[in-house]
C-alpha cells in the first residue's frame, strides 16, 4: 500500500495523468452533488433521484447502438424522465413514488431491450455503468466543470423558489409560484449532475454521491445554509481518499469511493450522538 505522498507523488507523475484528471472529476462530481443533494435529501426526493441516475440507462444504450454521443444520450433519456415525472406527479390521483416507480422500471427495462441488440456492447457500456477512472479525458473534466458551474448558478438564483416548493408545495402554488417549472427545473439538475459523475463513479452508484454527504452532514446541521457548504466538503474529502485507496490497493474506484462515504456517514453518525448526549447532560445539570 503506498502513501499519501506517493499518492500526490503520482499525481504529478507525468506518465500517470489519467490520475488527475480522474480527482478532478471526482471532486468536481462530489461539489455538484452535495450541493445538489441537500436539496433533494430536504425535499424527501431520494427515490426520484435513483430513478433518474437509472433511466439514463437507456440513452446511453440507444447512443451507443447508434455510435452517438453516450453521454447526451443519458442526458437526452435522464431529463425526459424527470419531465414526465414532475407532469404525471401533478395530478393528484397518482401519488410521486407510484409514477417514478413505473416510469423507471421502464426507462430501465427499455435499455436491456435496446442494448441487447447490439453486439459487443458490453466494454463501453460496462465504463458507464461501473465506472471508469483511466477513461476520463481532459474534455470530459472541461465540461463537467462548465456544467457544474451552470447548475450551481441556477440552483443559487432558484434558491428561495426551490426551498419554498420543497417547504410546502401547496402554500408555494398558492403564492402563485409556478411549482410545476420548479419541480422540472430540480429534476433536470439532477439529471445533469448524474451524466457529470457517469464516467468516474458509474451509473449504478452514482446516486451515492448525491444523498450520502447530505444526510450525513444533516445529522450535523441545523440549517440549510450549512449542508449547502459542509455537505460537498464531506463529498470531496471522502471521494478523494476513496481514490486514494483505490489506486493504493488496486480496487475498483468507484466502489471504493462509496465505501469511503459510507463509513463518513457512519462517523457523522456517531458524532451527532455524542453531542446529543452531551446536550443532554449540560440541559439535566
Request: aromatic content about 8%.
Amino acid at each position: 500500500m503506498i502513501t499519501p505522498w506517493e499518492f500526490a507523488s503520482d499525481l504529478f507523475n507525468p506518465n500517470l495523468t489519467f490520475l488527475s484528471r480522474a480527482l478532478a472529476a471526482v471532486v468536481i462530481s462530489s461539489i455538484v452533488c452535495g450541493v445538489v443533494g441537500c436539496h433533494v435529501v430536504m425535499r424527501g426526493m431520494v427515490f426520484i433521484g435513483d430513478a433518474v441516475a437509472h433511466s439514463v440507462f437507456p440513452g446511453l444504450a440507444v447512443a451507443f447502438v447508434v455510435g452517438g454521443n453516450m453521454a447526451l444520450g443519458g442526458l437526452v433519456a435522464g431529463v425526459l424522465t424527470a419531465v414526465l415525472v414532475a407532469v404525471f406527479s401533478q395530478n393528484r390521483r397518482l401519488k410521486e413514488d407510484s409514477v417514478i416507480g413505473i416510469l423507471f422500471a421502464g426507462a430501465f427495462a427499455l435499455g436491456i431491450v435496446v442494448i441487447s441488440r447490439a453486439p459487443g456492447y458490453s466494454g463501453s457500456v460496462e465504463d458507464f455503468l461501473f465506472g471508469s477512472i483511466v477513461g476520463v479525458s481532459d474534455h470530459d473534466v472541461m465540461m463537467g466543470t462548465l456544467a457544474g458551474a451552470g447548475l450551481l448558478l441556477v440552483l443559487a438564483l432558484f434558491h428561495k423558489e426551490i426551498v419554498t416548493v420543497s417547504v410546502d408545495k401547496e402554500t408555494a402554488r398558492a403564492s402563485g409560484l409556478p411549482v410545476l417549472g420548479l419541480d422540472i427545473l430540480l429534476s433536470v439538475v439532477v439529471t445533469v449532475s448524474v451524466v457529470i459523475s457517469l464516467q468516474t463513479i458509474g451509473n449504478v452508484l452514482v446516486l451515492a454521491l448525491i444523498v450520502i454527504p447530505a444526510a450525513a452532514t444533516r445529522l450535523l446541521c441545523q440549517r440549510l445554509g450549512s449542508m449547502l457548504v459542509l455537505a460537498p466538503v464531506f463529498g470531496t474529502v471522502c471521494a478523494t481518499t476513496g481514490l486514494y485507496m483505490s489506486w493504493s490497493i488496486n480496487l475498483p474506484a468507484g466502489g471504493t469511493i462509496v465505501l469511503t462515504m459510507v463509513a463518513g456517514f457512519f462517523v457523522c453518525w456517531a458524532l451527532a450522538g455524542l453531542r446529543g448526549r452531551a446536550r443532554g447532560a449540560a440541559v439535566s445539570v
